[in-house]
């Protein structure tokens, strides 16, 4: 099980815009930029609450991504994307370098285990994500049912989460694999059963339990954003009709 940390409930800055000043940039500050509805932001959201203490060590910097400020870009992350990390006046993105890296560089509970046998199947999970997350983002926009479509790929992780018994997480213990698939499980579990009508915990309990544990995780549960919320950004990004 994951460990049983209470932790403060972080009052969130509202989002900055075109119109917001830049903070103090390369100050000695670690910030992280995120936006509070983008999945992969959200993966080092978690990570950073995860680790404990980071709260006050890592400065959460949101951004407006359909009103995303210049200096951003022109200042912070040339690629213009979050997330991205303000650390020792350098600035790194990509979200599953970044969720290891907050993980090596930062005290707080270990996200990935000593066990050789474990770490070689994160890997494995950790590259199948693009994969699985492109696959039912595909079918939940497509025509029609969708269970011919999807299922294969929620079967996979259905076994994934059947291959270790010392725990409901991927690796038995919640690890990186857990922060790296939760935004996206989170989000298709609502886009499909909004769009298509389809129940993606049916006939798989480990799935089921695996939701069920990780909403006890309050590094997760405070990332988490109204559903109504998440379906009208969705829609406006034309992710789902």
């Known amino acids: 099980m994951a460990a049983a940390v209470s932790y403060a409930k972080e009052v969130l800055p509202p989002p900055l815009t075109s119109e917001s000043e830049p903070p103090h940039l390369f100050d000695g500050t670690t910030r992280l930029y995120i936006s509070y509805t983008c999945p992969y932001a959200q993966r080092t959201w978690i990570a950073r609450n995860y680790k404990q203490g980071l709260q006050e060590k890592i400065k959460l910097v949101p951004i407006d991504l359909l009103n995303r400020p210049a200096w951003y870009k022109e200042k912070v992350y040339s690629t213009n994307k979050v997330p991205s990390l303000e650390h020792n006046n350098e600035v790194k993105g990509e979200s599953l370098d970044l969720i290891k890296y907050i993980d090596s560089h930062f005290e707080g509970p270990k996200l990935l285990p000593d066990d050789p046998e474990k770490r070689q199947f994160a890997e494995e999970l950790l590259s199948y994500t693009d994969t699985f997350n492109k696959e039912v983002f595909t079918a939940s926009r497509s ?99």
């Open 143 to 241: 025509e029609g049912e969708v269970d011919d479509k999807v299922a294969p790929e929620w079967d996979k992780i259905e076994d994934a989460l059947s291959k270790f018994d010392d725990g409901p997480f991927f690796l038995g213990q919640f690890s990186l694999v857990d922060i790296a698939y939760a935004p996206f499980i989170e989000r298709f579990q609502l886009f499909l059963a909004e769009a298509k009508n389809y129940d993606i915990t049916k006939g798989r309990p480990k799935l089921k339990l695996w939701i069920e544990e990780l909403n006890k995780i309050d590094a997760y549960t405070q990332t988490k954003r109204d559903p109504q919320e998440l379906l009208a950004h969705a829609k406006k990004l034309g992710l789902i009709a």
